[in-house]
C-alpha cells in the first residue's frame, strides 16, 4: 500500500498507429541495418574501397531484400513454421542467383571488381533477418516498403563509409580525382584495417546523435495535489 | 527423463512437403527466366571485353582470329570464348591483324599464382621481332593501392612494349628469362623494373609470362603466315 503522501500517477500513452511511410523511414534511420542493427558488416567492410562498388552492392543488396520481402510475405501463410528458414534461404539465393546475372549483364567490370561478395548477399544478416521478422508477418505492402527502406538505408550507410575511404585512400570520389598530384593516398584506407577506423567513427557519430537526440527528451508526470 | 516429441501429422507433413516443391518450383521459374534472359548479353559483353583487350595488346591490330593449338598446329576456331590459355585441349591464341590484314602479331593469356589470388594476364607477342609488345590484366585480387598497381601503373606497364624474349640456339626455350631487374645495376632487355611496394606481384607477373612465352614462342615461330595473314 503507498503511503499517504504519495498519490498514484496517471500515465497516459498515445499510441501512433505506423503508418506505411513510416515502415520505409525507419530503414533510413532510426533502424538503419549499419549504424543501429549492425548488421551486413562483412559486405560493409569489404566493398566500400571505393563509391562505385559501395552503390552497387547496395542496389544489389536492396533489390534482393526486396524481392525476398515480397514473396516471403506473399507465401507466409503457405509456409511452415518448422521449415520457413530453409524456404527463406532458398527464395534469398534464388534472388541473388538472379542479381548475379543481372549485374553480369550491365556491367562486366563492376561485376569483376565486387567479386565473390555478391553471392554473399545470401548469408547477409539483414535479409533474412528482415523475411523473418517482418516480412513472415506482414502484409506484402508493408513487406516491400520495409524492404526500400532498410535496403536504401544499407545503400546510404555503404555509401558514406565509401565516401571515406576512397576520398583519403585515392584521393578520388566515383573515380575522379579530387585532390593535386601532390596528395599522397593513405594506402591503408582501402584496406580492412581502415574500413574498420571509418566504420568505428561512422558508428561514434550516429551513436553522439542520438544521445543528444535523448538528452532533450522531457518526461512529464501529473501528480494529484495532496489533500 | 525426456519426453518423445509427438509424430508429425500427416496433414503437416503435407504442408511441408508443398512449401518444398512450391517454392522450388518458382525459384527455378525465376532463375530460368533470368538466365534465359542474360546470357546472350553476357556473352556479348564477354565477347566484346576480349576483343578489346586483344587489340590493346597489339598495337596497330584492327582485327583478330581465335586460333587454337591442335594436334600440333595452330587452327582456327568458331567455338565459344575460352576460359584457360594453359589447359593443353583448349590452348587458344588470338592473331591480330591490322587494316591491309597483315598480321601483326598474338595475343596469349596465361595465369598463375599471384600475392593473394590468382593473377590472369593477356599479352601480345610478336613472333618476327623476339618481343613482347602489351601487357593487360584481365583479372587479379592482389592488395588494393599496392599489387593491384600490375594493372595500372604507367612505368610498370611500359616493361612489356618491347621486352626481349629471343628463343635460345636450340629454338626449344628463351635464351634469357623474364626477370626483374635489380636495384643499382643496369637493366636488361628481358627484364622488368618491379613496382615499389608490390614486389611479390610483380615478380608472380615475371613468372606468369616467363612460363607461358617459353612454351608458346617455340610453336608460333614455326606457323608460317601468308601476306593475307591465314593462318593454317
Keep these: 500500500m503507498l503511503p499517504s503522501n504519495i498519490a498514484p500517477i496517471n500515465i497516459s500513452i498515445n499510441v501512433t498507429p505506423v503508418t506505411t511511410t513510416d515502415e520505409f523511414i525507419k530503414g533510413l534511420w532510426r533502424q538503419n541495418p549499419i549504424f543501429v542493427q549492425v548488421l551486413g558488416m562483412c559486405s560493409t567492410l569489404a566493398v566500400t574501397n571505393s563509391v562505385i562498388n559501395g552503390l552497387a552492392m547496395g542496389l544489389a543488396t536492396a533489390f534482393v531484400l526486396v524481392m525476398s520481402n515480397i514473396l516471403v510475405s506473399s507465401l507466409r501463410n503457405f509456409i511452415p513454421r518448422q521449415v520457413r528458414m530453409a524456404c527463406y534461404i532458398a527464395i534469398i539465393a534464388t534472388f541473388v542467383t538472379a542479381v548475379d546475372y543481372l549485374l553480369q549483364s550491365l556491367s562486366l567490370t563492376l561485376h569483376n571488381a565486387l567479386g565473390a561478395f555478391v553471392p554473399l548477399i545470401v548469408v547477409n544478416c539483414i535479409i533474412m533477418g528482415r523475411a523473418e521478422a517482418f516480412a513472415s508477418r506482414n502484409t506484402v505492402t508493408r513487406s516491400c516498403l520495409d524492404g526500400l527502406g532498410m535496403g536504401a538505408g544499407f545503400t546510404l550507410a555503404l555509401l558514406c563509409v565509401g565516401l571515406v575511404r576512397e576520398l583519403l585512400g585515392s584521393g578520388s570520389i566515383l573515380g575522379v580525382a579530387v585532390f593535386s598530384s601532390s596528395f599522397e593516398p593513405w594506402i591503408i584506407m582501402l584496406l580492412p584495417s581502415g574500413g574498420f577506423f571509418t566504420l568505428g567513427l561512422w558508428l561514434l557519430l550516429m551513436n553522439w546523435i542520438k544521445q543528444r537526440q535523448l538528452v532533450g527528451v522531457k518526461v512529464e508526470f501529473e501528480k494529484e495535489p495532496s489533500a | ?232
Excluded at chain 2, 48 to 63: D, I, K, P, R, T
Excluded at chain 2, 72 to 91: C, F, H, I, P, Q
Design chain 2, 1 to 232: 527423463m525426456t519426453t518423445p516429441s509427438a509424430p508429425l501429422q500427416p496433414r503437416m507433413v503435407w504442408y511441408m512437403y508443398r512449401a518444398f516443391v512450391g517454392i522450388g518450383v518458382i525459384c527455378t521459374f525465376i532463375i530460368a527466366a533470368v538466365f534465359l534472359y542474360t546470357q546472350p548479353i553476357i556473352r556479348d559483353k564477354q565477347e566484346a571485353a576480349l576483343q578489346q583487350s586483344v587489340l590493346s595488346v597489339l598495337g596497330g591490330a584492327e582485327n583478330k582470329r581465335d586460333l587454337v593449338w591442335r594436334d600440333g598446329s595452330l587452327v582456327l576456331t568458331t567455338e565459344g570464348l575460352a576460359t584457360d590459355g594453359m589447359d593443353e585441349k583448349s590452348a587458344r591464341v588470338y592473331a591480330g591483324y591490322d587494316r591491309q590484314d597483315r598480321a601483326v602479331g598474338y595475343a596469349i593469356t596465361a595465369n598463375g599464382m599471384g600475392y593473394q589470388d590468382n593473377i590472369s594476364v593477356l599479352y601480345g607477342y610478336d613472333p618476327k621481332a623476339d618481343v613482347i609488345i602489351g601487357f593487360h590484366v584481365l583479372s587479379s585480387r592482389e592488395t588494393p593501392g599496392l599489387g593491384s598497381k600490375i594493372g595500372t601503373d604507367r612505368k610498370f606497364l611500359a616493361n612489356f612494349l618491347k621486352l626481349d624474349v629471343s628463343l635460345n640456339a636450340q629454338g626449344q626455350g628463351l635464351a634469357h628469362a623474364i626477370t626483374l631487374s635489380k636495384v643499382g645495376q643496369p637493366k636488361n632487355s628481358w627484364q622488368i623494373d618491379g613496382i615499389t611496394g608490390a614486389t611479390v606481384s610483380s615478380k608472380a607477373v615475371a613468372k606468369i609470362l616467363r612460363d607461358s612465352i617459353s612454351r608458346w614462342a617455340p610453336r608460333l615461330k614455326l606457323v608460317k603466315t601468308t601476306t593475307g595473314g591465314d593462318i593454317q
